[in-house]
């Protein structure tokens, strides 16, 4: 196998929707969250998971 150089990310703006589908569209469990310059963080299947089922 090989690794892919695309990074799949989202932004502090992006909607928990979006990332969720984002996620199961490109099957990864995590996408850093992103500005124009900088890493903010990351942001995880579980975590979305668990506030969509609040």
């Not at 984002?22 to 996408?31: C, Q, Y």
């Amino acid at each position: 196998g090989f690794m892919s150089t695309v990074v799949y990310k989202v932004t502090p703006d992006s909607k928990v929707e979006t990332a969720r589908l984002l996620m199961a569209e490109k099957n990864v469990g995590f996408l850093p969250v992103v500005d124009v310059r900088s890493l903010l963080g990351s942001v995880s299947e579980r975590e979305i998971l668990a506030v969509l089922s609040i």
